[in-house]
């Protein structure tokens, strides 16, 4: 069943006519992982912020999202933050930052449950560990005490994903999670998004520039390049055998470097 459908949706900067997106076509299935892939500037992330209604107002939207039977384009206030909070949850590239500073982690995932999902504090207390249990973090009763300066990028988005499983949203987001983090890090991350589709039916789309990091992940490819789709379709084929001259130049660096780090690796431990 398909849980969005984007049709021909193109963003437009209004202040110099500019097309920054052209023309979109996606599916999301119930219980998939999209990944959408591309250089920086693709174009990528203002898809779906265009979807989400985060754009700037001097953008222009048009063509169609269908989430759920419901037209997202045009659809104001409310009604579409009821929708963002609740239904479909979005991941930042930077957790340090979503986190206010000046609040425990626990105060902002209790926070967060009561007003989303009128739950009563203790509720949301006890929702805030075992959500934090089942992303493996360890002795979660002393990890809510932290504030976010205390925790590692890594944990931090760790327990950003532990918020979205916890909402249980029909879509969740993932715009890059795990580019501000170091390669281990960026490893286990990527680890507990497996996870969370293994654990809940929650349907994921998953932004990266790196195609390495999508491949564990997707079950279908949407690949941009300046704005514009240049290959979609499942990913393990694309994978396989990628119609577009660009797709095939991502899948080839990405073998590149896999080669490299693998002889680098080899030489380590040579020596
Ligand atoms: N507020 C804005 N007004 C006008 N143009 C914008 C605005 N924000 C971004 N852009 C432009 O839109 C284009 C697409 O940006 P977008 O952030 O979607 O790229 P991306 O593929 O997600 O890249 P990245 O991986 O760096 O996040 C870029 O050329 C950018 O300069």
Known sequence: MNLLEVKD???TDSKNGEIIVENNNFILKKNSCLGIVGESGSGKSMTVKAILGLTNPWLKITGSAVFDGQELVG?????LRKIRGRRICMIPQDAMTSFDPLYTIGYQMIETFVENLGLSKEQSKELAISSLEKMLI???EQVILKYPHQLSGGMLQRCMIAIALAMEPDIIIADEPTTALDSINQKEVV???VRL???T???L???SHDLGVVQHLATDLLVMKDGICVESGPAEKIFRNPSDEYTKYLIDTRIHLTESFIQ???KEEVM
């Open 9 to 11: 949706l193109t963003i």
């Open 205 to 207: 789309i998953f932004i």
């Open 75 to 79: 659809l104001k206030g409310n009604t």
């Open 197 to 199: 589709r293994e654990l």
């Open 264 to 266: 680098s690796m080899k």
């Open 201 to 203: 039916k929650t349907s």
């Open 138 to 140: 360890r002795e979660p």
């Open 191 to 193: 680890e507990e998004f």
